[in-house]
């Protein structure tokens, strides 16, 4: 019996069939989801003069309780250059929100920076929870999962968010008009 | 007021090109600022005219330009 051909392999059956096929990859054959990607990366060292400059305010316009609470220099894994918080953290998080939005591709009036919380589970992964005008807007691009992965270095953070489409809001919902909720980093 | 909007993009808007000189209705996006930026920028606008941008007003054409974020502060001052 031959073995069940790989995805690979299907792939390269399908392209070669003609110069006028069409490369079918998962997300566009019929019925499968839709995926949406944001990416965002942001210089630890903004986080820290905001921080510097603005204080508690800062925080507590950005981040929930969960994320300052995460970010606080309690935890032993981080390093702080500020006094009392993980700027490194606090920036990766930043990145993951701003990612989150180019996920859900908002028009005009954006989510509150709070109703993208980023939470760490007990082992360690970390999870995106929406909540209010979020929250609709992913609800009405039929995103029903996301996903992220957060990393720092010294310098800089980076988040990749990865929403999955479903039903009919993952072939449109909101078209992006935000140059900062756009690929451009 | 107008001198205190481009005095906080100054220093807080990352901007590419000079805050005392870039035109009333020039993208301030497309300039350089961030979306990190645009949030020091609504923090020192609101220390600056103690005043405090509501949830409906963050939104990207608030901090767009220079002439949006007058409109918005006066909005902002009045209510």
């Known amino acids: ?97 701003e990612a989150t939005l180019k996920v859900l591709r908002p028009v005009g009036w954006r989510p509150d920076w709070r109703s993208i919380e980023v939470r760490r589970t007990s082992g360690g992964w970390c999870e995106i929870h929406l909540s209010g005008r979020a929250a609709t807007l992913a609800a009405d691009a039929g995103i029903d999962e996301l996903e992220v992965s957060l990393t720092h270095e010294s310098m800089v953070a980076v988040a990749v968010v990865v929403g999955r489409c479903v039903g009919a809001g993952g072939t449109g919902g909101h078209e992006p008009d935000d140059p900062t909720t756009q690929g451009d980093a | 007021m107008d001198e205190t909007i481009r005095t906080v993009l100054a220093e807080h808007g990352r901007l590419a090109t000079d805050a005392n000189t870039i035109d009333d209705n020039a993208d301030l996006f497309a300039a350089g600022m961030t979306s990190h930026a645009s949030v020091n920028v609504m923090l020192a606008l609101e220390d600056a005219f103690d005043i405090e941008f509501s949830e409906q007003m963050l939104k990207k054409s608030t901090f767009e330009s220079i002439a949006s974020i007058r409109a918005g502060v006066v909005e902002m001052a009045g209510s």
């Not at chain 1, 839709?34 to 820290?48: F, N, S």
């Not at chain 1, 905001?50 to 309690?74: D, K, M, N, Q, W």
Request: aromatic share 6%.
């Open chain 1, 1 to 97: 019996m031959n073995p069940a051909p790989s995805l690979l392999e299907r792939t390269r059956d399908h392209s070669s069939t003609g110069p006028r096929s069409r490369r079918r990859t998962g997300s566009d054959r019929p019925g499968a989801p839709k995926v949406r990607v944001g990416v965002d990366l942001v210089p630890v060292v903004d986080v820290a003069e905001s921080l510097e400059r603005f204080g508690a305010r800062y925080l507590e316009r950005v981040f929930t309780p969960h994320e300052i609470e995460c970010c606080s220099r309690a935890d032993a894994r981080t390093r702080s250059r500020a006094p009392g918080y993980s700027v490194e953290s606090l920036a990766a998080r930043f990145a993951a929100k």
